[in-house]
C-alpha cells in the first residue's frame, strides 16, 4: 500500500520531462518500476540490491540529469530506505529517511518520510524518539496517509502517557482506519489508562459490534470482546462478561481464551451448568492450547460443584492421562529441538509457502519440535528473531552462489583474454596507420574548406583550373619558354591560347566554385561516415582491452568479501538459531511446569472428589440403613408369622 | 473461590504469553544480535550492488546492452499465465507468471525479462502474451516491434493493455 502512496505522490512533485512524453508511462524509470516488482512480493533483498545499483550508476554518470531516473531521483532515494525498512533494516532505514527529511524535497515527500521515520522509532520502542519526530510533520501531509499519520500520533502519545490528546486524535480519525475498528479500540485502551472505564467499555463495544467480512476486522472485533470481558471480569461484573465473550467468533484465533472466560463468567455466578457448556467444547479442541488444558481441568471442577463427585473423579482421571501424555510429548519437543531439527523445519521451502506448514505438522508424530510452536509463533521477539533467521539463510543462500559465479568469471576473462591477447597488437599496427592517414585526409579537408572559405572574398579563378586547363597552361608556359617562341606571331598565339585558359576559368568562376562547395559538402558526408566507423571502432577496440583488463583486483576484493561475509553470516545463523532453539525450550519448559503444576492440582482434586465419592456413597448407605433394618425386621416379622401358621 | 481466581488470572497471563516466552533471554540480546544481523544485510547487499556492477561492466557492456521490461496496463482483472519473446526471430525468453509476480506487475511493478546482447543496428522484436481475459476466456496476444540499437545501452518495454493490445516503448 504505502508504495502505492509514493505513486501517487508523483504527478504533485515531480517536473515533466518534456511536453512530448505524453503518457504517465513514458517518464517511469523501468528500473525503479523492477525495483518495485521485487517489492511487491516480498522480495525486499532484490528490491533494494537493485535500486542501490541504479542509484549508484546515476550518481557516477557524467550528465545525470539524461537518465530516467533523474526525475525519481528523491523517490528512489526514500524507497530505498522504505524498503529497508521492511527488510528490518531499521538503522539504514533510518538514515536514509533523515537523508530526505533533510533534502530539498516538496512538503508531502518530506512529511511522508517523516512518518515513517517515526514509525521506526515506535516499532523500535524508542517512544521519546518517535515523538520528537511525529511533531515534526508540518504543512501539507499527503491524502492517502493522513489517517495513517493522526493514527501513529495517537499511538505515540499514548505511549508518552500523553493520553487526553492521543485520545482526541482517536476520536478525530475517519476512513479506513476507523471502518476497520483500530481507532476503537486504541480509544478503548487509552480511556483505560486513564481510568475512564464507562468510556472505555462504549469505545470496545463500538469496536466489538462492527459489520464486516474482513479478516482482520473480525479480529479486532474479538480482540475488543475478549478484552472487554476480561476487564469487566476483574470488576467483578461477571454476568455482563458473558455478553462480551459471547460475541467473540466461535472459530476465531481468540474463541478458546473467550470460552474459557465465558466458562468462568458463569461459574463465578455459581451457575456450574451453564458454565460447564463453553468449557466442555473447549476441553474437546486441540489439547496444546493452554486454554483448553485449563478447561480440562475446569469441567470436572464444575462436576465437582454440582456433587456429581464421580463424574468429576473420572473427568479429572483423565486430565491426568492427557497431561502424562503432552508431558512427554514436550519432553520428546525439547529433546528434537536440542537435536536441531527445529531449525531444519524452519529452513524448508515449505515454510516460505505457507507459514501455517509448521502448524499444520503438529498432527504429524515425525515432528514432535512442532506440537507447541503456535503460542510460539505468537511472540514478537520469537518472530523478529525467525525473521532474523530466515534472512541470515537467504543471505547465505546469495553469497554461495556468487562464490560459484567467480570461478565462472575468471573463466570467461581467460577466454577473452587468450582470443584477444594474440590479436590485438597486429590490429593496434594496422589501425596506427589509417589512423595517421585519416588525420592526414582531415587536414586537407580542413585546407580545402579555408581556401574556398577564403575565395569567397577574394575571387582566384585559377585555383578552380580542370586538369585539361593545368596541363594545357604547363604545355602552353613550356612552349612560351623554349626557342621555338622565336617570333611576334608565335607569342600572339601563345596569349591566345593562354588567354581562352583564362577566360574560361573566369567566365565559369561562380559555377566552379559552387559545385567545389558541393563537393566539400558529399566529403564532409564521407569524413562523417568515417568518423562514426572510427569511433565504432576504438570503442570496440575499448570494449575488447576492457572485457578482460582491470577485473583481476575487483573480483578478487569481492570474493574476500563474500568469504567473510559468508562466515560472519554462519556465526550468525548459530547464534541466531541457538536463541530461537533457547526461546523455544524455554517456553516448552514452561509449558512442562504449568501442566506439572495443573497435573498436581488434578491429582489432589481428584483424590478429592473420590473420597467425597466414597463418602457421598457411604453417607447414602447409612442413610438407608436404617429403612433396610425395617425391611429386614418387617421380612423377619412375616417369615416368623408364615411359620407360626 | 480463589482457585476461580488464580485460574483465570492464570488464563489472563497466558494473554501475554508473547512476554512470557522471551524471558529465558534478555531483550539486550535480542537488540544485540538483531543489530549484527543488520549490519551483515547492509554488508551483503554492498556486495551485491558491486556484484550487479561488476556484471555489468563483464558480461552486458553498455555498447552491446539490451534490456526488455514488461508492464502492465488495465491489468486488475487480467490473468497473465506467460509470456514469450523472440528477438530477430531467435526465441529469447520465455517467462510462466506466479500468483505473487502477477499481483506485483498490477500493482505497477515492472518486470525484467530479459538482458543481453545485440550488435548496434535494426532488430525486430516479437512479443507474445498468454493468459485469461476479465471475460474469462482464454486470449493471446502477439505484437512485433522493430528497434535499433545504438551505441549506449537498448531498453524496450513491453506494456500490455488489458488482454487486447501491446504497447511498445523506447527508452
Redesign the interface.
Known sequence: MR??TL?ILLPLTIPLSSANDGAE??L?D?F???A???????EF?NA???L??EL??YYGIDEPELD?LHFYVNEATFSVGDFELS??????AGRAIKAVIEGNVAPQVRNEAIYRLAKIYFQKEQNLNALHAIDRIEGRIPEAIADDITFLKGQIYMVNGRFQEAEDLFKSINGKIRQKGYAEYNLGLVRLAQGNLSGAISALEDAGTLRSDDRAVLAIKDKAN?MLG?RL?DEGEYPTATKFFERVRIDGPFSN?AL??LG?AS??SENYPNALVPWTLLSQRHVTD??VQ?AM??VP?AYEKLGLYGKAALGYGHALSVMNKELDRLDASIKSIDEGTFLELLVREEFKQDRNWVVKLRELPQTPETYYLI??M?????Q??LQ?YF??EQ?RK??EK?SD?YAS?DE??ALRRRYYEPLLPGIDEQFRKLDSLINLRLEQRDRINNKLQSMLIAPQPELLATADERSALLAIQSFEDSPSNNSEQTQYRVDRLKGHITWNWTIQYNERLTKTFEHLAALDNDIARLKTIYE?FV??RQ?AT??YQG?DK??NN?RI??KR?IE??ET?ML??GR?LE??AI??LR?RSQ?LESSQVQARFAMAESYDRATMSKLEKVQEEKPIKETIDKQASAETEGQGEL | ?N??VL??F???L??E?????????S?E??KG??????D??????A????????E????F?S??QV?L?V?L?NGKKVDLDSIEVKIDDKSIAHHIYTY??L???R??????VYTGNLR?GKHSLKVGFKGKSSLGGDFTEVASHNFSKG?GPG?V?I?LVGSSSIEF?N?
Open positions: 508504495y502505492l505513486f508511462n513514458n517511469r523501468p525503479f518500476g523492477e518495485l516488482y521485487y517489492a511487491k512480493q516480498g533483498f533494494i540490491a537493485r542501490d545499483t549508484r550508476l530516467t527488510y528490518r533494516m531499521h538503522r539504514k475478549l476480561s471480569m481464551r474459557l472466560g468462568w461459574a463465578t493452554p486454554s485449563d481441568l475446569s471442577y503460542d510460539l505468537a511472540s514478537h521477539d520469537f523478529s528473531s532474523n534472512d541470515l543471505l546469495n553469497l556468487w559465479y568469471y570467461i576473462i565504432s570503442r570496440t570494449a576492457q572485457s577485473y575487483n573480483i569481492l568479501k563474500t561475509a560472519t553470516v550468525l547464534r541466531q536463541m533457547v526461546m524455554g517456553e514452561k504449568k | 473461590m482457585r476461580v485460574t483465570f492464570t488464563c489472563l497466558l494473554l504469553s508473547p512476554w512470557a516466552v522471551s524471558q529465558k533471554i531483550k540480546q535480542i544480535l538483531d543489530e549484527q544481523v543488520q551483515i544485510k547492509k554488508d551483503v547487499l556486495i551485491s550492488t558491486e556484484l550487479n556492477l561488476l555489468e561492466k563483464l558480461l557492456p555498447n552491446t534490456s521490461f508492464s496496463s505473487k509476480e499481483n506485483a506487475l500493482e505497477g511493478g515492472v518486470q525484467r548496434t551505441v531498453m518495454e506494456k516503448f527508452r
